[in-house]
């Protein structure tokens, strides 16, 4: 079956730190680009960040510039979002999803897998 899976979301104090994760399964993940996005309750969906097939590109939303972390491990077939000084408004279900086309912070070049999302809440 050819599914991207997310894990590592979860319930966080402000300023702690998560570490999402995006595998895929019954495909080669360093094909594509892939890219993080988010969704909270009542907002549109917003690029996260996203990165290159090779990881040479990375690209962020200027909200979690210098706290998010995009990494890949092509021999995992995995791709992670390091989130740190966690925030409440970080708080939304996160999807990874795949492209063909270049690292772009749009939802509309993302054509290809998404993953079911996983939720992240960030609260005391």
């Known amino acids: 079956q050819l599914q991207l899976v997310e894990s590592g979301g979860g319930l966080v104090q402000p300023g702690g730190s998560l570490r999402l994760s995006c595998a895929a399964s019954?495909?080669?993940?360093?094909?594509?680009?892939v890219g993080w996005f988010r969704q909270a309750p009542g907002k549109e969906r917003e690029g996260v960040s996203c990165?290159?097939?090779?990881?040479?590109?990375?690209k962020y939303a200027d909200s979690v510039k210098g706290r998010f972390t995009i990494s890949r491990d092509n021999a995992k077939n995995t791709v992670y979002l390091q989130m740190n000084s966690l925030k409440p408004e970080d708080t939304a279900v996160y999807y990874c999803?795949?492209?063909?086309?270049?690292?772009?912070?749009?939802?509309?070049?993302?054509?290809?897998?998404w993953g079911q999302g996983t939720q992240v809440t960030v609260s005391s």
């Open positions: 019954g495909f080669t993940l360093d094909y594509y680009v």
């Open positions: 990165i290159s097939r090779t990881g040479g590109v990375t």
């Open positions: 999803a795949t492209s063909q086309a270049m690292c772009v912070m749009s939802s509309d070049a993302f054509r290809g897998f």
